[in-house]
């Protein structure tokens, strides 16, 4: 019968997944994905290279993909008609502070500015002489404005109105490939660029000729950057990747987090949903990655607080204002979109950082034996006090020559011993053969090659003083009991010669012990008596 003992915390089960967080939990709380292909033929593959959110509600949400803009309603997430007036790629989106104008740059290096509703061109901005792959509004007041940054390593900060440009930010020496706008002054921006350098400008010193206010090095090609909502924190992504940096502290680096496996694309800010006025607000960084992992980082405790696998290469990611909408791009053309439910939709969203929306009974997947999940079902169960762990007896391993002895077996009990080579196995056979007073008997129905093997083990190990009073009495009996075959045999008489030799070697060598002894022993009474 099966020993039984109380459970204590430290035999508790553990599961093989970890128990989600309530964190965890609020970011799978987006329950309602929806794959939307930008594409019009599932032949074609369009990257989403950007995804940007109109900061007034309904949170409508834009992409950039192949020579098109497309906006989504941040209601029904249903696409409305594209924005075409592209010549090539288009690279970059960003919404006005007030969401009726979108500015979009393409790889001719022309910025476009649309009315957000009616989708037509207002302005057309032209001066980069490469691809414009950042075009960003101020986040504040300033509808007037917007800086934009090109393959050519250069920033640009434009007067929208007169489509003019203000002046040339230069410093960078490769492409420019990101950039956001300050939180807390439209007159501040940071761009990130491939020569491994994030540069932060204010327009009110840099039109003066002396360039950025600060150089941050990632030491990787910055792929993409963004402030953090005090304004006074920094991220920048490149390589594989996401870096804090401080700004008002000097550019001091606060953490480096390096949990995907492949370059970071793309990362903006996330934000856990209040749900009442006491609330504190929380924000995190979203980073995706090509290799297929979404990130979500709590920069005020620098650790990973939720992951989540898609199966493509991801190249952008969004979050809506209101904390209702994710957005992530890949480079196929499909975007996921999550929702999250309100509490007007789910009665279970009651909690702060959100719970998991109820799940609809038909749509849930019954466990049959057909399923691997149906044997590994209540693994992640805590046990109460009445519980009790029940261990299985542990299974002795036996020897061979255990086995044999067992069976009464002996004399192939003493061989089996004897192959093994190990000199404690050996004489522990023997000695249980000479409590059961069959090891001479053995010692007689040896054939010739197992009776090699005796004598070799003899010579050996009988002058060792551990074995050898047993040994040597049986090296004699051995002799005694086989002299005829020992004559007989060649190999034998070598075993017998190899024997005489080493213990006429170890008399001597205890003689020589003897004689060392008695010189010794006098001068140690003499010292005793001193």
Same mark, same amino acid.
């Given at each position: 019968?099966?020993?039984?003992?109380?459970?204590?915390?430290?035999?508790?089960?553990?599961?093989?997944?970890?128990?989600?967080?309530?964190?965890?939990?609020?970011?799978?709380?987006?329950?309602?994905?929806?794959?939307?292909?930008?594409?019009?033929?599932?032949?074609?593959?369009?990257?989403?290279?950007?995804?940007?959110?109109?900061?007034?509600?309904?949170?409508?949400?834009?992409?950039?993909?192949?020579?098109?803009?497309?906006?989504?309603?941040?209601?029904?997430?249903?696409?409305?008609?594209?924005?075409?007036?592209?010549?090539?790629?288009?690279?970059?989106?960003?919404?006005?502070?007030?969401?009726?104008?979108?500015?979009?740059?393409?790889?001719?290096?022309?910025?476009?500015?649309?009315?957000?509703?009616?989708?037509?061109?207002?302005?057309?901005?032209?001066?980069?002489?490469?691809?414009?792959?950042?075009?960003?509004?101020?986040?504040?007041?300033?509808?007037?404005?917007?800086?934009?940054?090109?393959?050519?390593?250069?920033?640009?900060?434009?007067?929208?109105?007169?489509?003019?440009?203000?002046?040339?930010?230069?410093?960078?020496?490769?492409?420019?490939?990101?950039?956001?706008?300050?939180?807390?002054?439209?007159?501040?921006?940071?761009?990130?660029?491939?020569?491994?350098?994030?540069?932060?400008?204010?327009?009110?010193?840099?039109?003066?000729?002396?360039?950025?206010?600060?150089?941050?090095?990632?030491?990787?090609?910055?792929?993409?950057?963004?402030?953090?909502?005090?304004?006074?924190?920094?991220?920048?992504?490149?390589?594989?990747?996401?870096?804090?940096?401080?700004?008002?502290?000097?550019?001091?680096?606060?953490?480096?987090?390096?949990?995907?496996?492949?370059?970071?694309?793309?990362?903006?800010?996330?934000?856990?949903?209040? %749900?009442?006025?006491? @609330?504190?607000?929380?924000? !995190? *960084? +979203?980073?995706? =990655?090509?290799?297929? &992992?979404?990130?979500?980082?709590?920069?005020?405790?620098?650790?990973?607080?939720?992951?989540?696998?898609?199966?493509?290469?991801?190249?952008?990611?969004?979050?809506?204002?209101?904390?209702?909408?994710?957005?992530?791009?890949?480079?196929?053309?499909?975007?996921?979109?999550?929702?999250?439910?309100?509490?007007?939709?789910?009665?279970?969203?009651?909690?702060?950082?959100?719970? %998991?929306?109820?799940? @609809?009974?038909?749509?849930? !997947? *019954? +466990?049959?034996? =057909?399923?691997?999940? &149906?044997?590994?079902?209540?693994?992640?169960?805590?046990?109460?006090?009445?519980?009790?762990?029940?261990?299985?007896?542990?299974?002795?391993?036996?020897?061979?020559?255990?086995?044999?002895?067992?069976?009464?077996?002996?004399?192939?009990?003493?061989?089996?011993?004897?192959?093994?080579?190990?000199?404690?196995?050996?004489?522990?056979?023997?000695?249980?053969?000479?409590?059961?007073?069959?090891?001479?008997?053995?010692?007689?129905?040896?054939?010739?090659?197992?009776?090699?093997?005796?004598?070799?083990?003899?010579?050996?190990?009988?002058?060792?003083?551990?074995?050898?009073?047993?040994?040597?009495?049986?090296?004699?009996?051995?002799?005694?009991?086989?002299?005829?075959?020992?004559?007989?045999?060649?190999?034998?008489?070598?075993?017998?010669?190899?024997?005489?030799?080493?213990?006429?070697?170890?008399?001597?060598?205890?003689?020589?012990?003897?004689?060392?002894?008695?010189?010794?022993?006098?001068?140690?009474?003499?010292?005793?008596?001193?």
């Amino acid at each position: 019968m099966a020993e039984s003992f109380p459970v204590k915390p430290k035999l508790r089960p553990t599961s093989s997944k970890n128990t989600p967080t309530p964190e965890s939990k609020y970011w799978r709380s987006f329950k309602i994905p929806k794959d939307i292909s930008t594409t019009p033929s599932k032949s074609l593959i369009y990257p989403i290279t950007s995804i940007s959110f109109s900061p007034v509600a309904p949170h409508d949400f834009a992409a950039t993909h192949s020579a098109s803009v497309t906006v989504f309603s941040g209601q029904t997430l249903e696409p409305k008609p594209n924005i075409s007036s592209f010549s090539d790629v288009a690279a970059s989106v960003s919404f006005r502070c007030d969401g009726k104008l979108v500015a979009a740059g393409d790889l001719t290096g022309a910025v476009h500015v649309f009315d957000a509703k009616s989708r037509n061109q207002l302005r057309l901005l032209k001066g980069h002489s490469a691809a414009a792959r950042v075009v960003c509004y101020p986040r504040a007041a300033d509808k007037f404005h917007l800086f934009s940054g090109g393959d050519d390593s250069v920033v640009k900060y434009w007067d929208v109105t007169s489509e003019k440009c203000v002046f040339d930010l230069l410093g960078h020496k490769d492409y420019v490939r990101c950039g956001d706008a300050s939180p807390v002054s439209d007159d501040m921006f940071v761009s990130g660029s491939y020569d491994h350098r994030v540069r932060i400008w204010d327009v009110r010193v840099s039109n003066t000729g002396s360039g950025s206010v600060m150089d941050l090095n990632h030491e990787k090609p910055v792929e993409s950057v963004i402030y953090l909502p005090s304004g006074g924190l920094v991220a920048t992504a490149g390589g594989n990747f996401v870096k804090i940096w401080d700004v008002i502290g000097g550019g001091k680096l606060l953490y480096s987090m390096e949990s995907h496996n492949k370059t970071v694309t793309s990362i903006c800010l996330g934000k856990i949903a209040k %749900e009442s006025v006491e @609330d504190a607000e929380q924000s !995190r *960084i +979203l980073s995706v =990655s090509l290799d297929g &992992y979404m990130k979500v980082f709590d920069y005020a405790k620098f650790k990973i607080v939720h992951s989540m696998r898609f199966p493509n290469p991801l190249l952008s990611v969004g979050f809506s204002p209101d904390c209702s909408t994710r957005v992530i791009g890949t480079s196929n053309g499909i975007m996921y979109v999550g929702r999250r439910k309100g509490k007007g939709e789910s009665k279970n969203s009651g909690d702060l950082l959100g719970s %998991e929306a109820a799940d @609809d009974g038909q749509n849930r !997947r *019954i +466990l049959r034996p =057909s399923y691997f999940r &149906y044997f590994h079902r209540g693994q992640s169960e805590k046990p109460s006090e009445e519980d009790h762990l029940i261990k299985r007896p542990k299974k002795v391993k036996v020897a061979e020559h255990d086995k044999l002895l067992k069976k009464f077996r002996h004399k192939e009990a003493l061989v089996a011993a004897l192959n093994g080579k190990n000199p404690e196995n050996i004489v522990a056979v023997m000695e249980e053969l000479i409590a059961r007073k069959k090891l001479l008997k053995c010692v007689s129905n040896l054939d010739i090659d197992e009776l090699g093997l005796l004598l070799g083990f003899l010579q050996k190990y009988s002058t060792m003083p551990r074995h050898g009073g047993l040994l040597m009495r049986l090296a004699n009996k051995v002799v005694e009991l086989r002299d005829e075959d020992i004559r007989s045999s060649e190999q034998l008489r070598i075993h017998i010669r190899n024997l005489k030799r080493d213990v006429e070697e170890e008399l001597k060598i205890q003689q020589s012990l003897l004689e060392i002894q008695g010189i010794i022993s006098p001068m140690l009474k003499i010292a005793a008596k001193r």
